[in-house]
């Protein structure tokens, strides 16, 4: 977690950092996005974006952090605004959903105490970030609700934006971003690690399984990360998740020849497995006999 005492510790311990900074947790952020006003640099385009007929792009630009030697970098990618705006809307129009019932109970005179108006209010504004998008007022009986003149705004401008720091007086802005896109890689490899090997629960009741298990989740972690590496150079825009997935259509099937005998083999799978064999060097499908 990026806290001042860490921050502290690093330059204590003169180690060099890149950390990405929480957008809705930290107020200066926004102040950063919003003084992205000058050129943007082009990042280079991920193959599997790079195969889409308008790819979408990855900018970048440094701000002014206002602290002595503190770099910030605000990154805008169109791939994640264009997500992040889609979840919104929908988010914006399950609260609409809802708070429309609510004002509708309010004129019939289904819903009448003002503590109980706001109670409801208040819930719905808690569910799907509500808070985020919309305000109410309850003026003379009358229900009105709107979109929050301060929150939208500043929601919307977060979007398909996250922001980097560093210290780093000779790190490039295009190479700060490949940094950080490899630290996201490893904190989403320790995220996978309870879905690929269920690391937690632990069940053992000895000190050595307990350690043989973390091994093998660390080995797991290891092994992702080493899949990813060859994917990279083999130019397969893929995490090792994804790479995982799409074997999934590789199968090991018992053939009936009959009289009793079997043959077993192997499906050719998918297009995009058979890219992903290639890149790891397995080009012998058939099964051990």
């Not at 005492?5 to 952020?29: M, P, T």
């Not at 385009?45 to 990855?58: F, H, L, Y």
């Not at 994804?242 to 043959?263: F, Q």
Request: glycine share 6%; hydrophobic share 35%.
């Amino acid at each position: 977690m990026v806290t001042t005492d860490n921050l502290q510790l690093v330059r204590k311990e003169e180690h060099g950092y890149v950390v990405g900074l929480q957008r809705r947790r930290r107020e200066a952020v926004y102040g950063y996005i919003e003084r992205a006003r000058g050129p943007w640099i082009e990042c280079p385009v991920g193959i599997t974006a790079g195969e889409k007929s308008r790819p979408p792009r990855t900018r970048v630009q440094e701000v002014d952090s206002e602290q002595d030697g503190v770099r910030v970098f605000v990154v805008h990618s169109e791939e994640r605004e264009a997500y992040e705006r889609t979840q919104r809307e929908k988010a914006m129009g399950r609260v609409q959903k809802e708070i429309e019932q609510l004002a509708e109970r309010v004129r019939t005179g289904k819903l009448k105490a003002a503590e109980k108006i706001g109670a409801a209010a208040a819930r719905i504004l808690a569910r799907n970030h509500g808070h985020r998008y919309y305000d109410w007022e309850l003026k003379d009986g009358a229900f009105r609700f709107f979109e929050h003149p301060v929150h939208l705004p500043r929601e919307m401008a977060y979007e398909g934006k996250y922001v980097i720091q560093t210290e780093e007086k000779k790190l490039g802005a295009v190479e700060a971003v490949g940094i950080y896109k490899e630290l996201s890689e490893v904190e989403r490899a320790f995220r996978n690690l309870k879905d690929v090997i269920e690391m937690r629960p632990i069940y053992h009741h000895t000190d050595e399984r307990v350690q043989a298990h973390i091994f093998v989740a660390a080995l797991a972690f290891l092994l992702h990360r080493a899949l990813e590496k060859k994917l990279k150079a083999a130019r397969l825009d893929l995490s090792a998740t994804e790479a995982l997935d799409a074997l999934r259509t590789v199968r090991v099937v018992d053939i009936d020849l009959g009289n009793g005998s079997l043959k077993r083999s192997v499906t050719r799978g998918s297009k995009r497995a058979a890219q992903i064999l290639s890149a790891v060097g397995i080009t012998d499908r058939n099964p051990p006999t």
